[in-house]
Structures are given as structure tokens and as C-alpha cells.
């Protein structure tokens, strides 16, 4: 339990301290998102969905439904504000929406590895990797976190959701329920945010990074049988 309240911590010190790493494009910051797509995706089809499978095929089929919700969501959410405001609205708009947005899943996040540490806490650190690394990119809006207090209470999200994760007891299926929506939200956001887009990026540090993952994953299964 302790592990996870640490995890959950250390997702918010990364979100406070690196607000302002990826603001400005350049070479680094594509090296750094190509290597992070490389490792997402990787813990993606090699953790999340078979796990989601188990849960399914042992406990009930309809589990798959929260990974679609947790990717039909943000898409949903981004296309209706862009359809619905023109470019200058839907910049302001979408920060605000992205700050609230964030909060929330955050909260879920800190909930979910707190539950996930508590069961099996391989599992718990293999989420918190991928995680780390996609917090680091999508800081929150400058302006919405110009003051350290508010900067501070929106990074502190994940450790309050792990506060409320040992707060109330819950059952496998709705720890599995909500592990598919932050699965599925991750998806979204690797694809349409993470992933580098046209001639941008460097496939280099994207195989880097999914080898990396997976050499992490075969030695925990062949040392421990994870």
C-alpha cells in the first residue's frame, strides 16, 4: 500500500516539475515522445490488453467495454469542442476542458495504482512506467497553473486519488473496470498525442524504447514467472 502511495506521489512531483519541459519543439522533445511511444504501446499489448482478456474470459465479457469508453471519450470530448468553436475559442476552450479533463483521470489514475500496487505490485510498476512518461509530455496549460498553489493541487491529483482508493474498498470488477478506462484513455492519447506526427519523430528512438519494455518484460517472466 505504501509503494502505491509512493507511485502515486512521484506521478505528481513529475507533472509539477516538468509543467514546462515540451513547450517549445525541437529535436529533443521528439526523441523524448518517439521513445515514450515506443514504450506505451509496448506496455499496452503486452500488459494492459491481456490482462483485460483475463479479466473478460474469467470474470465478465462486457470488461472491454470501459477500454472503449476511456478512448471514445477524449475523442469525443476534443471533437465536439473543435466542431462546436472556431481556432481561438477552441484553444482557450480546450485548455480549460484539458485542465478539468486531466484532473479527473488523474484522480482515476491514482485510485487504479494504489488498487493495482495493492494486488500485484509488478503490475502497479509496470503502469506507473508508461504513465510517468505521457505526464511528462502533456503538461497542463501555462496559464491555467500561473500560481504554484493551483500548479500544486492539480499535480497532487493522482496522490489524492490514491488516498481515495485505500478510502474505499472496491471489487475486482470495477478495479479492472476502471484499469480499462485508463488503459483506454492511454491509447487515445499515445495515438493522437504521443505519437510524432508525419515526417516528425525518430522511429529509432520509438523501437528504443518498445525493446527496452520488452526486455524488462521477458526477464520478469523468466526470473519470476510474471
Do not use: C
Request: aromatic share 16%; charged share 15%; glycine share 8%.
Amino acid at each position: 500500500m505504501v509503494l502505491g502511495y509512493v507511485l502515486a506521489l512521484a506521478l505528481g512531483i513529475v507533472d509539477f516539475l516538468t509543467e514546462e519541459m515540451f513547450r517549445i519543439p525541437d529535436d529533443k522533445k521528439m526523441r523524448f515522445i518517439s521513445f515514450a511511444a515506443g514504450v506505451s504501446v509496448s506496455y499496452l499489448f503486452l500488459i494492459l490488453l491481456p490482462e483485460i482478456y483475463i479479466g473478460a474470459s474469467s470474470i465478465n465479457p462486457l470488461l472491454f467495454f470501459p477500454l472503449l469508453f476511456g478512448f471514445a471519450i477524449y475523442h469525443l470530448i476534443e471533437k465536439f469542442i473543435r466542431q462546436k468553436h472556431g481556432k481561438r475559442a477552441f484553444s482557450e476552450l480546450h485548455a480549460q476542458v484539458h485542465l478539468i479533463t486531466s484532473f479527473f483521470y488523474s484522480l482515476v489514475v491514482g485510485f487504479v495504482l494504489v488498487k493495482l500496487v495493492s494486488q500485484d505490485m509488478l503490475q502497479g510498476i509496470l503502469l506507473f512506467v508508461p504513465l510517468t512518461f505521457h505526464i511528462a509530455i502533456d503538461s497542463l496549460p501555462k496559464k491555467m497553473t500561473k500560481h504554484y498553489f493551483s500548479k500544486a493541487f492539480f499535480s497532487s491529483a493522482p496522490f489524492i486519488g490514491a488516498l481515495l482508493g485505500t478510502a474505499f474498498e472496491t471489487s475486482e470488477l470495477l478495479n479492472i473496470s476502471l484499469l480499462g478506462i485508463v488503459g483506454g484513455a492511454l491509447l487515445y492519447m499515445v495515438v493522437r498525442e504521443s505519437f510524432p506526427k508525419e515526417r516528425e519523430g525518430h522511429p529509432m528512438y520509438f523501437l528504443i524504447g518498445m525493446f527496452l519494455f520488452i526486455d524488462l518484460v521477458l526477464v520478469l517472466w523468466n526470473t519470476i514467472g510474471f
